[in-house]
């Protein structure tokens, strides 16, 4: 494996629980997958005891035993081919308050090994599973394998062109990262060529001579479970269908797939929750994700963090904290980046341009699609990180490359344009609705839950600044005009900007950058105690910060830019406070009550953890001005 390659995948092949699992299958260390040689074969007695209770066999010389079998536990089943039956009697929960002792009743066996613990219990067939210890599997179908089987592993599919182009092939363990760098990759045969014979590898280790349910999983009223991974503590219930999968769960991160759902062809990580009638095929949901309400998601890769309900994912990368909670459509979509929300009605998705569904999108970090809009491909936003593309808007295909922008329907036609183009106003989320973007921000770093994949909340950082620098650079050099279009100004996409606007997205774009290139600062200063502002450094983060502060003041007193962040986080909580109150203003001239059934601003939850944090570095900071 290359370095790049294993950079990407980690130590997939090493760490893989399902790997390792299915290594055991294949290679017991003994008679038994889940006892070795500490099996025996059923003594007279225990045969006739068996028999007593309606239990019957295809050859009983064929069943074996531990020493604490006890036949007390199994009633009306009848055992075929191979079977491996362990200790019985413990309670096993099943959840709502009922419990039953681990056994066998009610079920067809067939070739199965049944450990310590575990419960059978009102199953039409269980054949060719490992039954791992204080597992259950009641009140189902079938729960059944075929020998070879991979799990659901090496499946190819299209992500972001729906005929394909960009395809991926899946593995138990893939992360958002791996599936963008091989999407995006097109032009690296060798990468893509080494990738796939890691995952033909992958899924050579992964295919199994049994299928397996972990230690404590439960299977509870289902339909058939065929051909599919349970992993420790994973609950299947009262779904319809789970076929050709990989469920990755562990005790303190279980996976859930309840209520009517259908999951075939698919990868579901730690954590997830597959719910309401939801359906996943032919995909891969990445650690703590969850589709619910009917959600439905095809040959998609969803990232941690993500949920869809009610609406279609289709042909698409998500990255991590997309908001997707209404009926909607979003296909062929590359969106690693994620942190987004798609609004109800929201189609984005026009992919078809009347020869085939060929066209992309790339949705860029944050961006917000509002209710019902209609966006055209192909479209790149992620040169725009954090936009909102508002209320109804019909985007045509274009390339926006302007930072917190706001995308509306247009305020009034023009002579000269085009009456399908919107008005753009760059960095409006900057300086109307900052409240949007630090609450997002905070949201996200206290709602992760993934343990495995680097998602990076923090939204000033420098990738981000440099849009935004550029950006501001492409404004200023355009002036004299009332109207600009894509013509006049690089980065406008299929829309108009007005001067006012223009002359605001400087000014918001500017605000940021130096707080921003403050914040470094007192972070430096915090660290090191002292700082030559005109000494290169050989720390990346602070040497980027260090170059905007020396472009955007002429000020060099250390002491001096100090108070001049004071004064600019002061006047960005109460810009957070102001965003939220236009709500206050706005409502009660709707709703005769509004006032009386919403908190005001001042007191909302975040308001006050902004003016807090800002209460909080005016501390630090004179502090650090008191030592320099």
Known sequence: MSTSLSALVGDALESSELLATTARINSPGGKSILFGDSVRALEPQEQE??????????????????????PAHFWGTHFMGDVILGATGTPVDLGHGITMPAGVYKAVVANCEIGDGALVHSVGLLSNVVLDSGAAVANTQTVAADAGTAFGNGREIGIAIETGGREVKLYAEITVDVAAKIASSRGDSALLEEYGEFVDGYTAKAKAAKGYIGVGARILNT??????FVGEGAVIDNATKVENATVLSSADERTEILDGSFVVNSLIQWGCEVTSMAIVDKSALCEHSHVERHGKVTESVVGPNTGIAEGEVTACLVGPFVGFHHQALLIAAFWPEGKGNIGYGANVGSNHTG???????????????GLGVNIKMPSDFTRAPYSIIATAVNALPQRLEMPFSLVNTPAALHEGISPAYNEIMPGWVLSDNIFSVKRNEGKYAK??????????TEVFRPDIVDLMIEARSRLQAASGKEIYTDRDVKGLGKNYMSERSRVAGIEAYTFYLRWYALNGLRARLAAEGKVDLE???????WEHERQVL?????????KALLRELI??????????????AKDDKRGPRVI?????????????????????????????????????
């Open 49 to 70: 005891r068996l028999r007593a209770h309606s239990c019957s066999a295809e050859s009983w010389d064929r069943i074996l035993v531990t020493d604490d079998f006890n």
């Open 223 to 228: 339909g058939k479970v065929i051909n599919t």
């Open 355 to 369: 020869k085939a569904p060929d066209q992309e999108i790339w949705c860029g970090e944050g961006t917000f699609f």
């Open 447 to 456: 709602r992760n839950r993934a343990r495995r994949a680097e998602i990076v």
């Open 535 to 541: 000494a290169k450094s050989g720390d990346a983060r």
């Open 550 to 558: 020396l472009a955007e003041f002429s000020e060099r007193d250390p």
């Open 567 to 580: 004064a600019m986080q002061e006047k960005i909580a109460q810009d957070v406070e102001t965003s939220k």
């Open 592 to 628: 005769d009550d509004y006032a009386e059934a919403h908190a005001p601003a001042s007191k909302d939850g975040f308001v006050k953890e902004t003016h807090a944090a800002t209460e909080a570095l005016r501390a630090e900071v004179e502090k650090i001005i008191a030592g320099l």
